[in-house]
């Protein structure tokens, strides 16, 4: 097995989790958020989301999909065009509601399929090409996407761990 298969493979499983955090939820458990300094399930599915087309964009030289295909505009956040939610006050998690789990479904979709099409076209040298010099050592293109999976994965899981919360409050 490839590295890249192994990277898809790891990426497939973001996408079913973020699918297995949201569907089904209301707009009310979406956004709902348990303290006011805590993030929602909404906030989590689109910061992921939006750190993965920020990130997998910036490393591959592709533009992002939450610019070119108008998500940005089918969420209508009163943010910056280019914020991810890093770094984001309670304020700002306050800004992304969503009213439908089908939107961050759609998002996370078209932006997982822009990088599982740049993960297939990956051989090992690229890998090892830098991407980022402001660390020490610089990243490489190997070390930002397990990076941005591994970051995926904890959101999504917490995502997810908000979702059960929510759901046995409710019962």
Known sequence: MHAKDILIDGYNRVQEEVRAAVDGLDPDA??????????????????????????????????????????????????????????????????????????????????????VEALRTLTAADLERVVDERWDPPVTLGVRLVSVLSDDLQHVGQAAYLRGLLQSAAA
């Open 30 to 115: 979406l956004n709902s958020r348990p303290a006011a300094a805590a993030n929602s399930v909404a906030w989590l599915v689109w910061h992921l989301t939006r750190v993965q087309d920020d990130h997998m964009a910036d490393a591959f030289g592709l533009d992002q999909v939450w610019l070119t295909q108008d998500w940005e505009k089918r969420f209508g956040l009163d943010l910056p065009r280019e914020d991810t939610g890093y770094g984001h006050s309670a304020e700002q998690v306050a800004k992304v509601r969503v009213h439908d789990s089908g939107l961050l479904t759609g998002y996370h979709d078209a932006v997982h399929a822009q990088s």
